[in-house]
């Protein structure tokens, strides 16, 4: 009886974007060039050296997802960019450090803050390239909404 409720709370609490919405929906080539919004959960890759002018992330249907429509987001202090992620200073070749989610960090037009694994609604113009093995969609986002 507890795993019942457990899988009952954990179906409550998954995101369910809205109609159209969803990294699956979102990404067609009917989609190329035009303005559209995605929701789903605010993702890194897996890995990320600096993001200094702008900032590669993932919107991915499902929590914990390793991959996802990317999203290019702005790197700024304003609404609807991302924190910067700063190089590592004084490094040798290959050096990597461990980031983790709170280093992870988008406002949006209200001023929230989401960090890596929240939910998130964005919208931007979207570059379908059906060839891409890596990058198939790409989101250049304009506008960021943190979603409760």
Known sequence: MRWLWASV?????QHRPLVGES???VCTSANHEKV???SGYFT???IVSSCTESCSMFIAAETGAQSGLSAVFRVGAQADQMKPIVPMKDTF???VRRLHARDFKVKDHAN???HAGDVVRVTGRLTFTPASMFER???EV???EVVP
């Open 9 to 13: 709370l954990w179906a409550a609490c």
């Open 142 to 144: 304009t506008r960021v």
């Open 23 to 25: 990294p699956a929906e």
């Open 44 to 46: 890194p890759p897996a």
């Open 93 to 95: 070749p290959g050096e």
């Open 137 to 139: 969609c790409r989101l």
């Open 112 to 114: 929230r803050v989401a």
């Open 36 to 38: 559209v919004t995605v």
